[in-house]
């Protein structure tokens, strides 16, 4: 079973940035589909985006322009770079991945392996 590892979350300023990792435990899943999934208190989980096997990546139009997605494949990271942020993206933070390499959509049903979450909170 494929493990996912969450790190870099914190507490940061409005407008601030921060940059999450997701350290996968099988090589062959930095070739699959991966995604950043959040959950605030009361809230629904929402995908964030996905980085599919070729590289390409799609956002929530939440995020879009403010947070970028990549890999490291030799060390076997997935990265979320947050930029600009808002009180509104106060979240637990969750990497998710699939067993292929082409990404379906940012729904949460079409992932199957999740990270324990990490969190962001951004506050003045």
């Known amino acids: 079973q494929v493990q996912l590892v969450e790190s870099g979350g914190g507490s940061v300023q409005p407008g601030g940035s921060l940059r999450l990792s997701c350290v996968v435990s099988?090589?062959?899943?930095?070739?699959?589909?991966m995604a950043w999934f959040r959950q605030a208190p009361g809230k629904e989980r929402e995908g964030v985006g996905f980085?599919?096997?070729?590289?390409?990546?799609t956002f929530g139009d939440s995020v879009k322009g403010r947070f970028t997605i990549f890999r490291d494949n030799a060390k076997k990271t997935l990265y979320l770079q947050m930029s600009t942020l808002k009180p509104e993206d106060t979240a637990m933070y969750y990497c998710?991945?699939?067993?292929?390499?082409?990404?379906?959509?940012?729904?949460?049903?079409?992932?199957?392996?999740w990270g324990q979450g990490t969190q962001v909170t951004v506050s003045s």
């Open positions: 980085i599919d096997g070729g590289g390409g990546t």
């Open positions: 099988e090589f062959s899943y930095v070739r699959y589909c």
């Open positions: 998710a991945a699939r067993d292929v390499p082409w990404c379906s959509g940012l729904e949460r049903g079409y992932f199957g392996h």
